[in-house]
Each structure stands twice: as C-alpha cells, then as structure tokens.
C-alpha cells in the first residue's frame, strides 16, 4: 500500500507540483530566479566545492538520462565487460568527486560567516536533501555491483511507464532499500525544485553562445510597432 | 550612418575638491538598501592611489574589457564558451575583500554601558554578519594619500614611469594628487553586456544608457569582472548585478542625475552627443595610440545636413537634435578636445569624459630655498608635476601628444584671462601662447565662460523625453500619476 503509495501516486504529486511551481514562480516572481552566488562573498572555498560539484553531477545527471531515453546504448556499451569496467568506474569516480564537492559546499556554509548569515531554511533543507540523495546514490554503486546494467531493466521501464501514465511499481518494489530510497528521494528534489534556488537550472544560458555581443534596446520602435 | 544619441558626461578635474558630495547623493537615493551598502555607484578616487575596489584598473587581476587578437574583438575573459566554462567558479571575480566589508556602529553602548572608570565605546559591526569588525578597508581609503607606500605607490598607471621620475613623483616638495570621481561611463562598447549570459544587461538605443534588467538577471556575476572601471556591483543579498542608470528616472523628467546636481565644485556637465553605430566595432579595434582620436571621429557632428537627415531616419527628433547642437560636452569633447575619456586602451569606448587636472610646477627645492626659477609665468606643461607618461595612461591610452594639447590649451586660457583681468603677462605673451595651443582668443573666452562661469543650464542640457507620450501608449496619465511613489508592488526580496 506504501510502496503503491509512493511509487505510483507521489511521482504524480511531484511532477505537478514541480511544473506548476516553476510556472507560478516564473510568472509571478521572476525576480527571484538567480544563481544567489556567494562566490562574491567567499571564493577560496568555494572553488573546491562548486566546480566538481556541478562539473559532477551534470555527467551523472547525463548518464541517468541516457539510461532513461537510450537504454539500448549503454547495453552496447556494456557488452564488453571492459567498457562496462570503464563506464562503472568514472561514473563512481565522478560522484566521488561531487560527493567531495558537496560536503565541502555544506561545510563552507556552515563555517564561513558570511555565507552563513546568507543561507536561507531552504538552502538547509535542499543540501541535506542533495546529500541523502547522494550518499544512497554512491551506496548502491557500491553494494549492487553494474548499477548501469540493472538501471535500464528496471528503473528506466519504470520511469517510461510513469511518463506514459500508466506507472508499473513492480519493477521498483523488487528493487533494495537503498535504491528505493534514492528513488524516492529524486521525486522530493523533484518537489522542492520550484521553491528552492534549484530554479537556477532553467536558467542554463546556453543562448549566449550565439548572442552577438551587444545587446541594444529600442524603445521608440516597440512604440511604432504597437 | 546609423545615427544613435547618447547622455554623455564631462567631468572638468580642476575644478574637483574631492568632497564626495557626489557619492553620498548617489548612496541616499539608490544604495542604502541590504546588499548594496558597499557599492558607490559613484566614488571619488585619489590619483595616484590604488582606487576603489582596490587595483580596478588592472586587468590582469580582473579581465575586464576587450583584447584584440588577431583582427577579432573579444571580451579579455574569454569567448563564450570559454567564459561559459567558468561559470561555476569566476577566478576573476572581485570578492567582498577587495572592496570591503560594510560597517556600522553600536551606538547604543555610547547610552547603555554600565557606569565604569572608562569611556564607552561604539564599536564597529559588520553590516553583513552583525559580528564586530577591524575596520581595515573602505571605499575612499587611499583619500588623499598621496607618497603612501600602501596607496599611492601601487598605482599600476605608475608602470609607465622610469624608476627615477616614480621617485621623483613621490618627493615630499613635489608631492601631489588629484582626483577622479568615477561613475558608470555608459559605454559605447560595453563589456559588462557583451560578458552577460543572460542577456540581462542592455543599452537603451534612444538615449545609450546601459541597464541591469532585474527581471532577467540570473546572478552569473560575469559583468563584475567584465566591466574593466568595476561599475557593476553584485548584490549579496538579492543575488542580482546592479549599477549606475544614470538616475534615468531623473533625467527622463528634465532633472539632471543625482551626482551630477549635488556637485559641489560643480565640476560636472551632461549634455547629448549624436554618434555612428555602425562604426562602433572598427573604432573599438584602433590600436592603442589612435584611439582618442578614433572615438572622437565616432561622434557626429549635429550641424551636418547628413547627419541630421540620417538622425531623423532613426527616429530622433528635431528636438533632440536642437538639444545636441547646444551640447556642453560636444564643445569639451569635439570642438575644443579638451575632454579626454578614462582608459581608452579597455577598449569599451567609455561615454563619460574627463578635463585633465594642470598640475605644473610652481616652485622647487633648492639649497633649503623656495626657489621659482625663471619660468614662464605657471611654468611649461612638461614640467608639471605629474608626468604627461602618467596622464597618457589615464587619459589617451599612453599617446602623450593629445593629453599635452588639452592641457596646453587649457594652460593658454590661463594666460589669456591673466592678461586680460590681471595684467601681469602682456597681450603678446598670452596671443603667443594661445597660438602654440592652436586656440582662438573666442574659444579662450567660450573655455573660460564654460569652466569659471557655466549656469545650471548651461552645464546641463537634457532632452526632452515626453514621457507623457510614452505612459499613454500603456496607461492613463492621470492613474500614473496618482500611482507614482507607491514603489514595488512586489518587494525585491532574494528567492528562496
């Protein structure tokens, strides 16, 4: 009934609140989305923490979602028990390295004052949610060995079966705790994504790289126009 | 010829008391607010010094400004992708320590301590973690402190110096300073905009002031290392870049920006200049020496029959153009080129422009005595007590031959008005020395009009907006009003 519960209604209530959160709060308080950077505060910490940290978790976000979208790839790749050699360890060795990049970001925060006196209840709330998700994520590479094999059998059915809203919990309910927590606890990132500064993500500007350097703004001909 | 106008500014160094009346009229109005205590969007710095954040003006510590390689303009931070890469970290950020950190006092100990054998105190607290501070560093730290081994001798324009004359500079008689208050120079070529990654920041086309969109801003921090004269500042608090707008709501509504009225010494002129677009990105690419000259090329006169015709084909009116033809700063910047702009070599075409200050010898050391020597009379430009190598590294990009002609000429009105009201030089000598600065005894008279006896709207010329038209196409001028002063509907609170 929990499992049901969990694996079968909560994505739902995750999804919807995450979508309709960062249309609410695009709309009506853009204002707000930034990266809040405290690099202009503290930057010789912050160096150690930030850049493997992001610079991680973008390629094990990567991998996740080519295992969701082309699960037929990474069976290739692994048919070779060499490449899936290759495959598994830089995988752990990149979530070792944002595993340090975290910690040295929730430490940062914690012992410099004037990053201290900026962190807000839910920057709190999202490290230690990050770092749940984090610490089950490199548990279960660990303890149930080729993730990147069991992954496309079981999670990506599962989460193409939740995209086409008709969720098979079956495949998650046989899965082990530490996994199921690692599940879950993605539908609360998911949750809390349009209230927390995880917004920032939308807001990749890829666009920049082909913006022409300036950026002029004509007033009087918006007017002409209307 | 795509005709575009622009406010631009003259700020005449002579006439500078360094009083900083300037910065607190700017703080009052726009930055006495959480987060932004420690930006001056306008400061008054000492030269030689090292300014405010300390070493702005070296761009291998913070890569502001434009390079060019090969025959391409970029931003000295990289292209974009490169730039992308470090968005994560910027290793060219300023942080809080090259500014400093805001403070306050507990004046409430002056009332509340406990009866004791000593005097209370009010203690410095910082305005970011409320904890007690060792006040180390603020934003006019290096006022007046000309010979000081910490300010005054860091000065990297002091690189185009030999050894000798840095000693010389630093000689107790021939010690001096002058000042230059700074704001944003609402460039041309602007490289706080071309580092953005949001697209957040923009140059109005109508009038060329430059804006941090709050709306858009998504806190990517590039444009404060961008920027080579450190005008855009990070709040950290809200998480947004913010600078100087010019006070645009002011000037949109006939009053001239808040520093630019405030102005003590009344050193300040703003008026409008009409300039080609489409040049911009050639002008931009002149080598070093030109580049004064190149800029200056780039602005057009508002007389010209073409020039008038292609303004109107872009939409500027008539009476813009009239304002422009009655311009202060296009007689300081254009007609007689006494106006020079800060660090042309950043290469962002800066649109605020500076009277270099004439600081010649008066007098000198000798054997113990006072001696004046047999000079001329306020003696010869290159003897003035700042070398013209180091004026060239402020004001002309290293190219000497235009900041002495701007002080010649401004020396020659000196002479010029002495014979005239003193009498202690003769007409010839005076007509000589005008002749050596190619100025006629008319533009003397404008030049000394202008400096000594400008009014207030004479030093400001501003155009006209017709934001009455403007409010229209969106809503009734009549609610606008009623509705004007009820500040934000939402407050501008950082995002969870």
Not at chain 1, 86 to 107: D, P, R, Y
Not at chain 2, 22 to 27: E, G, N, V, Y
Not at chain 2, 192 to 217: L, T, W
């Given at each position: 009934?929990?499992?049901?519960?969990?694996?079968?209604?909560?994505?739902?209530?995750?999804?919807?609140?995450?979508?309709?959160?960062?249309?609410?709060?695009?709309?009506?308080?853009?204002?707000?989305?930034?990266?809040?950077?405290?690099?202009?505060?503290?930057?010789?910490?912050?160096?150690?923490?930030?850049?493997?940290?992001?610079?991680?978790?973008?390629?094990?976000?990567?991998?996740?979602?080519?295992?969701?979208?082309?699960?037929?790839?990474?069976?290739?790749?692994?048919?070779?028990?060499?490449?899936?050699?290759?495959?598994?360890?830089?995988?752990?060795?990149?979530?070792?390295?944002?595993?340090?990049?975290?910690?040295?970001?929730?430490?940062?925060?914690?012992?410099?004052?004037?990053?201290?006196?900026?962190?807000?209840?839910?920057?709190?709330?999202?490290?230690?949610?990050?770092?749940?998700?984090?610490?089950?994520?490199?548990?279960?590479?660990?303890?149930?060995?080729?993730?990147?094999?069991?992954?496309?059998?079981?999670?990506?059915?599962?989460?193409?079966?939740?995209?086409?809203?008709?969720?098979?919990?079956?495949?998650?309910?046989?899965?082990?705790?530490?996994?199921?927590?690692?599940?879950?606890?993605?539908?609360?990132?998911?949750?809390?994504?349009?209230?927390?500064?995880?917004?920032?993500?939308?807001?990749?500007?890829?666009?920049?790289?082909?913006?022409?350097?300036?950026?002029?703004?004509?007033?009087?001909?918006?007017?002409?126009?209307? | 010829?795509?005709?575009?106008?622009?406010?631009?500014?003259?700020?005449?160094?002579?006439k500078c008391i360094g009083c900083h009346t300037c910065s607190l009229a700017?703080?009052?109005?726009?930055?006495?607010?959480?987060?932004?205590?420690?930006?001056?969007?306008n400061?008054v710095?000492?030269?030689?010094?090292?300014?405010?954040?300390?070493?702005?003006?070296?761009?291998?510590?913070?890569?502001?400004?434009?390079?060019?390689?090969?025959?391409?303009?970029?931003?000295?931070?990289?292209?974009?992708?490169?730039?992308?890469?470090?968005?994560?970290?910027?290793?060219?950020?300023?942080?809080?320590?090259?500014?400093?950190?805001?403070?306050?006092?507990?004046?409430?100990?002056?009332?509340?301590?406990?009866?004791?054998?000593?005097?209370?105190?009010?203690?410095?607290?910082?305005?970011?973690?409320?904890?007690?501070?060792?006040?180390?560093?603020?934003?006019n730290?290096?006022d007046d402190?000309?010979?000081?081994?910490?300010?005054?001798?860091?000065?990297?324009?002091?690189?185009?110096?030999?050894?000798?004359?840095?000693?010389?500079?630093?000689?107790?008689?021939?010690?001096?300073?002058?000042y230059?208050p700074?704001?944003?120079?609402?460039?041309?070529?602007?490289?706080?905009?071309?580092?953005?990654?949001?697209?957040?920041?923009?140059?109005?086309?109508?009038?060329?002031?430059?804006?941090?969109?709050?709306?858009?801003?998504?806190?990517?921090?590039?444009?404060?290392?961008?920027?080579?004269?450190?005008?855009?500042?990070?709040?950290?608090?809200?998480?947004?870049?913010?600078?100087?707008?010019?006070?645009?709501?002011?000037?949109?509504?006939?009053?001239?920006?808040?520093c630019?009225?405030a102005c003590v010494g009344r050193i300040?002129?703003?008026?409008?200049?009409?300039?080609?677009?489409?040049?911009?990105?050639?002008?931009?690419?002149?080598?070093?020496?030109?580049?004064?000259?190149?800029?200056?090329?780039?602005?057009?006169?508002?007389?010209?029959?073409?020039?008038?015709?292609?303004?109107?084909?872009?939409?500027?009116?008539?009476?813009?153009?009239?304002?422009?033809?009655?311009?202060?700063?296009?007689?300081?910047?254009?007609?007689?080129?006494?106006?020079?702009?800060?660090?042309?070599?950043?290469?962002?075409?800066?649109?605020?422009?500076?009277?270099?200050?004439?600081?010649?010898?008066?007098?000198?050391?000798?054997?113990?005595?006072?001696?004046?020597?047999?000079?001329?009379?306020?003696?010869?430009?290159?003897?003035?007590?700042?070398?013209?190598?180091?004026?060239?590294?402020?004001?002309?990009?290293?190219?000497?031959?235009?900041?002495?002609?701007?002080?010649?000429?401004?020396?020659?009105?000196?002479?010029?008005?002495?014979?005239?009201?003193?009498?202690?030089?003769?007409?010839?000598?005076?007509?000589?020395?005008?002749?050596?600065?190619?100025?006629?005894?008319?533009?003397?008279?404008?030049?000394?009009?202008?400096?000594?006896?400008?009014?207030?709207?004479?030093?400001?010329?501003?155009?006209?907006?017709?934001?009455?038209?403007?409010?229209?196409?969106?809503?009734?001028?009549?609610?606008?009003?009623?509705?004007?002063?009820?500040?934000?509907?939402?407050?501008?609170?950082?995002?969870?």
């Amino acid at each position: 009934m929990l499992e049901t519960f969990l694996f079968g209604v909560f994505p739902y209530a995750a999804l919807v609140i995450m979508i309709g959160g960062v249309i609410w709060r695009y709309t009506t308080n853009q204002f707000s989305y930034s990266s809040v950077s405290s690099q202009f505060l503290e930057n010789r910490q912050l160096f150690w923490g930030s850049a493997p940290w992001h610079y991680g978790i973008i390629l094990i976000l990567l991998g996740h979602l080519v295992g969701v979208l082309f699960p037929d790839t990474i069976q290739a790749i692994n048919g070779v028990p060499v490449r899936l050699y290759i495959l598994e360890g830089t995988a752990l060795a990149m979530s070792l390295a944002l595993l340090v990049g975290l910690v040295v970001l929730i430490t940062r925060r914690v012992i410099s004052p004037r990053v201290r006196v900026t962190t807000s209840v839910m920057d709190g709330v999202l490290l230690f949610v990050l770092l749940f998700q984090v610490v089950t994520g490199i548990m279960t590479a660990i303890f149930y060995r080729w993730g990147s094999a069991w992954f496309i059998q079981t999670a990506t059915p599962y989460l193409r079966s939740v995209f086409t809203l008709s969720p098979n919990i079956e495949y998650m309910t046989a899965l082990p705790l530490l996994s199921k927590l690692h599940a879950i606890n993605f539908f609360v990132l998911l949750a809390l994504f349009p209230f927390s500064r995880l917004v920032h993500m939308l807001s990749v500007p890829l666009a920049y790289l082909w913006r022409p350097y300036q950026v002029v703004m004509w007033y009087r001909r918006r007017q002409i126009q209307q | 010829m795509d005709v575009r106008a622009q406010i631009s500014m003259v700020f005449h160094l002579d006439k500078c008391i360094g009083c900083h009346t300037c910065s607190l009229a700017c703080k009052n109005v726009w930055t006495s607010r959480e987060g932004a205590e420690y930006m001056w969007w306008n400061n008054v710095e000492t030269k030689p010094g090292t300014g405010y954040p300390t070493l702005w003006e070296d761009q291998t510590k913070y890569r502001g400004g434009w390079e060019v390689k090969g025959n391409i303009l970029r931003p000295k931070l990289g292209r974009r992708l490169g730039l992308l890469s470090n968005i994560f970290f910027n290793p060219f950020l300023p942080t809080m320590d090259d500014y400093y950190e805001p403070w306050t006092y507990k004046y409430g100990q002056l009332f509340n301590a406990p009866q004791a054998d000593d005097q209370p105190t009010a203690r410095a607290v910082s305005k970011v973690t409320g904890k007690f501070l060792d006040v180390e560093a603020g934003p006019n730290w290096d006022d007046d402190m000309s010979g000081s081994s910490i300010y005054a001798r860091n000065d990297i324009n002091l690189s185009a110096l030999t050894d000798a004359e840095r000693e010389a500079l630093f000689r107790t008689e021939q010690m001096v300073f002058f000042y230059v208050p700074r704001i944003c120079n609402h460039c041309l070529n602007p490289g706080c905009v071309a580092v953005c990654p949001s697209g957040a920041i923009y140059k109005r086309a109508e009038d060329g002031v430059v804006v941090v969109s709050q709306e858009k801003c998504r806190g990517w921090r590039f444009c404060v290392s961008g920027c080579p004269y450190k005008k855009t500042y990070y709040n950290w608090k809200t998480g947004k870049s913010e600078k100087c707008m010019l006070c645009y709501p002011r000037i949109e509504t006939g009053q001239p920006s808040s520093c630019f009225h405030a102005c003590v010494g009344r050193i300040r002129y703003k008026g409008l200049l009409l300039y080609d677009a489409e040049r911009i990105e050639s002008v931009a690419k002149t080598p070093d020496a030109g580049l004064v000259e190149a800029q200056r090329s780039l602005i057009l006169d508002p007389n010209d029959e073409r020039v008038v015709a292609a303004a109107r084909k872009n939409g500027i009116g008539d009476d813009w153009i009239s304002v422009a033809r009655k311009s202060p700063v296009y007689k300081f910047v254009k007609e007689w080129g006494i106006a020079l702009p800060l660090h042309a070599e950043f290469r962002t075409l800066p649109m605020l422009f500076y009277v270099p200050p004439v600081l010649p010898v008066l007098a000198s050391n000798t054997n113990g005595s006072y001696d004046l020597g047999n000079r001329d009379f306020f003696g010869k430009v290159e003897d003035s007590r700042v070398p013209m190598k180091y004026m060239a590294h402020l004001f002309s990009a290293g190219n000497e031959e235009i900041v002495k002609k701007a002080l010649k000429k401004l020396m020659a009105v000196r002479a010029y008005q002495q014979a005239k009201s003193v009498g202690n030089l003769s007409v010839g000598q005076a007509s000589a020395q005008l002749a050596e600065a190619g100025c006629s005894t008319d533009e003397a008279e404008a030049i000394f009009r202008m400096t000594a006896l400008p009014r207030f709207e004479d030093r400001f010329v501003l155009p006209p907006y017709h934001r009455e038209e403007a409010i229209e196409t969106t809503t009734e001028t009549i609610k606008q009003k009623g509705e004007t002063g009820l500040g934000f509907t939402r407050p501008p609170k950082r995002g969870p």
